[in-house]
């Protein structure tokens, strides 16, 4: 069986409710997963309006009785109400539906009626707005599944990155830089491997200093937490190496000499990716229970209800998600 | 007439005097500049085996009447005897003639007997074995020509990138990171642009941390010292924006958006520019009174004497010197 994949819409007054228009209107959808759309089956259909071939979306009450086919696809709220869809307005009440929908799929994910989640994007001073603390999707996923001790994964087809922190300021991520951490991540990125398959496993780690600190030249990260690390899990049988001076390092990964690199922070994995792989990449998080990837964009405001968002992210990422959970259905 | 160009030899057992016999081969060379080597004769002529065509070495006494063709290629050593080459071998007496010849070429550049200065690398680990403490050819350059404030540049065809700083610890990075050095690092990449004749000269400055602190809420260091530079620098009548978010300005960059970057730190820029460019990135030293380029890579103490190492990097290094030295001549 394919995996049922929750598509939770995000913010609808952002490019969510478009892009998952578009990308339902790709049959391969179904070749990789069973899809519900967790949000409004009224603002898709809305949006629909825009697209040419379009699944009809049909709401349901509930997760395990839904039928997904290229013809027709499950749209679930669960008794929460879209507002009017307003492309590019701020707008807590979508701030809170987008809330809201995503912890209604990770229950789902937690309590297995579903195999996986795929997001579109929220926008953070919306969810404020509604009254939330949350930064974003990691800090929901962070309490509601209740693993603190998350990653961000960026991944491509040629290019597969964990960080070893996330959003946070420049200096902050060099303070969370520790052997643990690190060596966390290293773990993290092993496992991703396996659960998609990987037949091999050359792990990279990057130094945070320039030129890897050139023998402790430039810094002592290098030499007190990144090498304790990467020997650490060697020890633990994971085919890992470095620090590698990140100026190369991920040509070298592209080149094919690494299957994945473990970032020392956000821009460190984001600046390459992104060069390489701009539409292609996709965001998922390592270290919680259940398999969630997201596009790699925001809700776009300036663009959205205009029709011209690309699709290309959320495709990668719905193919990404399908990947991880049909290993872990085995 | 074509701008006279010092090309220094470098760590004799490094790839320096391969690269250098290699690249001579290119009549191309004399189309933009009149080559001057400064390092050993015999050293050039040995190397010189390997390759197929070849100007002959000349040593001369004195660079004001040095005649240089695709025939012959004068080369000056000032009395500096260069040891027997012992390519990959750590050697006390190969650091000292890479210091020795280049603060020869830095000499004769400040008196304008040359327009500029190409280096071949030097081994940091040699030169501090022959006595000296400079880190590499940056401090020496700070030191004989009184510019303790320099830059450090990286320029392909597509992308051109000055740092805020250059080798130190990503801490230190963030800690150099003022107003002052911001807008002073902008002010060096207008002036290179300038130098070079670009027509166009759209400056865009990267922020420090992820999505450039997103308002604040990743770091001050965006609203502190960034965009204040930014300000200033427009109201110097300079083409300039920004903060932009790190991950996606080369990008942007790179298809036309902006003719030159401004980095906040080392691997901010070197990533991107490797990753398009790995052979094509030149180094050049801005803010100081003479034109200094140099190759983008290392001795490569593990590929000398092998006939391996290519000549594309020393190739680019001449071409952008000749650009710069034929508008100072101007």
């Given at each position: 069986m394919k995996p049922i994949l929750a598509l939770t819409m995000g913010d609808?007054?952002?490019v969510g409710p478009e892009i998952l228009a578009k990308v339902l209107t790709r049959p391969e959808v179904w070749t990789v997963c069973r899809p519900i759309v967790f949000g409004s089956a009224e603002t898709l259909r809305e949006t629909q309006g825009?697209?040419?071939?379009r699944p009809t979306p049909v709401r349901v009450n509930d997760v395990a009785e839904a039928q997904s086919d290229a013809e027709a696809v499950p749209v679930f709220d669960g008794g929460i109400e879209a507002p009017t869809r307003r492309p590019g307005a701020l707008d807590a009440a979508a701030g809170r539906c987008a809330v809201e929908w995503f912890k209604l799929a990770v229950r789902c994910a937690m309590a297995q009626s579903v195999d996986g989640i795929v997001t579109c994007p929220l926008n953070k001073t919306g969810i404020h707005a509604a009254g939330?603390?949350?930064?974003g999707h990691t800090e929901i996923l962070a309490e509601t599944t209740a693993s603190p001790d998350c990653r961000m994964g960026l991944f491509s087809d040629t290019m597969r990155i964990v960080h070893v922190?996330?959003?946070?300021a420049l200096r902050d991520a060099i303070d969370k830089i520790s052997a643990a951490r690190v060596a966390a991540s290293i773990r993290m990125g092993h496992d991703a491997l396996i659960r998609l398959g990987a037949?091999?496993?050359r792990i990279a780690v990057a130094g945070?200093?320039?030129?890897?600190g050139e023998d402790g030249a430039f810094g002592a990260e290098e030499r007190d937490d990144i090498l304790p690390a990467i020997e650490q899990c060697r020890r633990e049988g994971i085919d890992c190496s470095g620090?590698?001076?990140?100026?190369t390092v991920f040509l070298r990964m592209q080149a094919g000499a690494f299957d994945l690199t473990v970032a020392m922070y956000h821009d460190q994995g984001h600046i390459p990716l992104k060069l390489i792989a701009m539409d292609q990449g996709v965001n998922e998080t390592l270290g919680i229970p259940i398999v969630r990837t997201s596009v790699d964009?925001?809700?776009a405001y300036d663009i959205a209800?205009?029709?011209?968002?690309?699709?290309g992210s959320l495709w990668a990422a719905i193919r990404l998600a399908a990947a991880f959970a049909a290993r872990e259905r085995k």
């Open positions: 609808v007054n952002g825009a697209v040419k071939r939330y603390a949350y930064a922190s996330g959003h946070c037949p091999a496993r945070l200093n320039p030129h890897a620090p590698h001076p990140a100026d964009h925001g809700t209800g205009k029709n011209v968002a690309r699709d």
